[in-house]
């Protein structure tokens, strides 16, 4: 499966994809990573590891729908297949998610439904839940919305600040997200109507995440 992901900063989602795609997951390769900010510091990393590149600047558009399709374009001429989206700071057009139906998936730092949107780690702080975590869901029109493939909770300890509550997310989201993709590139889920079908190995490859977290 060829993949492109879609990053707008630090990218360590983004990394994390690439190193196990070399790693463990033979099913899928990482072929581009594009971005529309060129200052994205990801950006160095994929060029350090061979993986091409593309950017472009939204704002160079008037409409949505024209970055959009310029992007749909790019992954169109390098054979994409399939779509993780890592701190992609944009929000897609009905068209172009409906072009990627059930190809596109995204990673979130909260447990969705919960906390959709951003500062999402000032807002559970300030909401005194006692448990967060990450999300890795299909992707669909509305922001943070779509089927979830796979999650994993922390708990928010009371001297939990944002900084601290980022940090151990992140580390799940690191752990997660290439599990998530390679349950696609191995074709171990279907998806029925927006439900998700979990085949024996995908129930056990997520269980694993659990067990190797000592929970
Ligand atoms: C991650 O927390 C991800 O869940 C969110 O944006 C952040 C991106 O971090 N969508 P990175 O660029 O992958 O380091």
């Not at 998610?97 to 439904?113: D, E, M």
């Not at 300030?126 to 669909?140: D, F, P, Q, Y």
Request: charged share 30%; glycine share 6%; with cysteine.
């Amino acid at each position: 499966m060829r993949v492109a992901i879609l990053i707008s900063g630090r990218g360590s989602n983004m990394e994390r994809l690439v190193d196990s795609c070399k790693i463990n997951n033979k099913s899928a390769s990482i072929e581009l990573v594009f971005s529309n900010n060129d200052k994205a510091s990801g950006l160095s990393f994929a060029k350090n590891n061979n993986i091409k590149t593309s950017v472009i600047d939204h704002r160079i558009f008037e409409k949505r729908e024209d970055f959009d399709h310029e992007l749909d374009k790019k992954l169109r001429e390098n054979n994409i297949d399939f779509i993780c989206n890592a701190g992609f700071m944009r929000i897609l057009s009905e068209d172009f998610v409906n072009n990627w139906f059930n190809k596109q998936l995204n990673i979130h730092p909260s447990l969705l439904p919960d906390f959709k949107g951003l500062d999402v780690h000032k807002r559970v702080i300030e909401s005194k839940t006692n448990i967060s975590g990450c999300t890795v869901h299909l992707v669909r029109a509305g922001v943070d919305e779509g089927p979830i493939i796979g999650q994993i909770s922390t708990n928010v300890e009371s001297n939990d600040n944002e900084e601290i509550l980022a940090g151990k997310v992140l580390k799940l989201e690191h752990i997660l997200y290439p599990v998530c993709l390679k349950l696609f590139s191995d074709n171990l889920i279907q998806i029925n109507e927006d439900k998700i079908i979990y085949s024996k190995e995908a129930i056990d490859q997520l269980d694993e995440i659990n067990a190797r977290l000592g929970k």
